[in-house]
């Protein structure tokens, strides 16, 4: 089996209505440091090297030990600074793919036809397809051999209409994700706002927000070595 774990981050750093976006420093920062002590992590996003981190997660984690340490960890750096594009990955790499959240993946990456072949590619070859928080919007375009949606009758979450709302930002995305995946025919699951909550179906899986991302990288591992 493939040695090595990628991990997708968005390349949007502006929303539509002009807000800043980028992926969300600690569902990238605890699932590497889940990750890379037994797997290579590599890093990719469609535009390449240097993705976006949101600035507002940055504020936000500033006492989170991980996420400060992610933002000035040298190999952390290196791989940010040499992130592949999303065209330059080979899927037969990589035993797993990782979707991180912010809102920027609900822009850049649902209709990346490069992103949807990439992502079909990991599903179809029975791979781990994993996405948190807003993560799981990379793949609501991603279809089985029969050409389903691999949401359709599966457990699955995301992050929520309710904690959109808390925020006072579900006018700022396109869609909102849980309602997607439920249109897509998930079997939709979810903790409380905030709450870690983490989904197996199977190679499908999934966390709801921030607080699921470790738990969410730790089932990852728990299934490639299963």
């Not at 600074?81 to 809102?103: C, I, M, W």
């Not at 490069?114 to 609501?140: D, Y």
């Not at 439920?182 to 909550?197: C, M, T, V």
Request: glycine share 8%; hydrophobic share 40%.
């Amino acid at each position: 089996m493939a040695s090595k774990i990628l991990i997708v981050f968005t390349s949007c750093d502006k929303l539509p209505n002009g807000a800043e976006a980028g992926w969300y420093l600690p569902e990238a920062a605890h699932p590497y440091y889940a990750l890379s002590p037994s797997f290579t992590v590599d890093f990719a996003s469609p535009k390449g090297a240097n993705p976006p981190v949101s600035q507002g997660s940055v504020e936000l984690f500033k006492e989170d030990a991980e996420s400060v340490e992610f933002l000035a960890d040298d190999t952390v750096k290196q791989k940010l600074a040499s992130a592949k594009r999303l065209s330059e990955v080979n899927p037969d790499d990589y035993a797993a793919v990782f979707y991180v959240g912010g809102h920027g993946p609900c822009i850049d990456l649902p209709d990346d036809e490069t992103n949807i072949k990439l992502a079909n590619a990991f599903w179809r070859a029975g791979k781990i397809v994993s996405a948190v928080c807003h993560g799981p919007a990379a793949l609501v375009k991603i279809t089985d051999a029969s050409g389903q949606s691999i949401f359709k009758g599966r457990c699955a979450t995301c992050f929520t209409v309710a904690e959109e709302k808390i925020l006072g930002t579900v006018d700022a995305i396109p869609f909102q994700p849980e309602e997607t995946l439920k249109e897509l025919g998930a079997q939709f699951e979810n903790a409380g706002p905030f709450e870690s909550r983490v989904v197996v179906d199977g190679q499908l899986l999934t966390g709801q927000n921030p607080a699921s991302s470790r738990a969410l990288a730790e089932e990852v591992l728990k299934a490639l070595k299963g």
